[in-house]
């Protein structure tokens, strides 16, 4: 429901980190040409676009449970086949992809290890299954700031640190979970530069995400003391986010 948004809104509110960090998750599959590959979650297509400068538009399948994300997808790739559907429940046979790919997508997902197990389902056996997840948990993703702030007036507000796989070790035992052995961790770390406390503050404003849906909850006095305590978290004049995922990958075995 929170991402039942414009493409535009979602990036505003998220593409200036999703963006830096598909140039460096797409390489984790090692794509060659000639290959297929599914991008699981896609929204309005920062991976995809990716996947597309390797392997083309014949090569590259996504699929998105929000129809603005899937339609802005479609405009911006055409002749791509783009679907709507969740990761639990893949429109595809057995074995159709080389690499199926989820950026930032497992957290949201309604069942992790059967969404994880529909990726491997259709990769071939041989093929990868890689995920990445924002590090919600340690203080190092990119909405930190902002869940840091909300809990200075809100102690009770967990924020996404309770969400699946954003803690150490937790996304590859999703993988383990779901058949998929031999998950490799690894780190991706991005820089996102803001000029001012405005244009960081402002995309909170769009509904976007669990983030998003939190501000467009408060009445007025308490969106002033959220706003007043992200103020003293922020730093004054231009500033820098770093934000980390946790990315596994796996090889899909024989049956």
Do not use: K
Request: proline share 7%; aromatic share 10%.
């Amino acid at each position: 429901m929170s991402f039942l948004v414009p493409a535009q809104a979602y990036g505003r509110f998220m593409g200036r980190f999703s963006e830096p960090l598909a140039d460096q998750f797409v390489q984790v599959a090692e794509l060659r040409p000639g290959q297929r590959a599914l991008d699981v979650g896609c929204g309005p297509g920062a991976l995809t676009a990716r996947l597309v400068d390797a392997l083309g538009v014949a090569g590259v399948a996504a699929v998105d449970p929000s129809e603005p994300f899937v339609e802005a997808t479609r405009a911006r790739f055409p002749g791509l086949e783009v679907r709507v559907a969740t990761a639990e429940d893949l429109p595809f046979a057995d074995g159709t992809f080389d690499a199926s790919l989820a950026q930032l997508v497992v957290h949201f997902m309604a069942d992790p290890v059967a969404g994880l197990a529909e990726m491997a389902r259709v990769t071939r056996p041989g093929g990868t299954v890689a995920a990445a997840v924002w590090n919600h948990a340690s203080g190092n993703g990119p909405l930190s700031l902002f869940w840091e702030a909300v809990r200075a007036v809100d102690p009770q507000e967990e924020g996404e640190s309770d969400y699946a796989g954003v803690r150490e070790g937790d996304l590859a035992r999703l993988f383990d979970a779901a058949g998929l052995a031999g998950a490799e961790e690894s780190v991706i770390t991005v820089h996102v530069p803001f000029e001012s406390f405005e244009q960081w503050w402002e995309p909170y404003l769009l509904g976007v995400g669990p983030a998003g849906v939190y501000v467009a909850g408060l009445d007025e006095d308490r969106r002033d003391a959220l706003v007043a305590a992200c103020r003293r978290s922020v730093p004054d004049g231009p500033f820098e986010v770093a934000a980390s995922s946790w990315c596994v990958r796996a090889t899909v075995q024989p049956a």
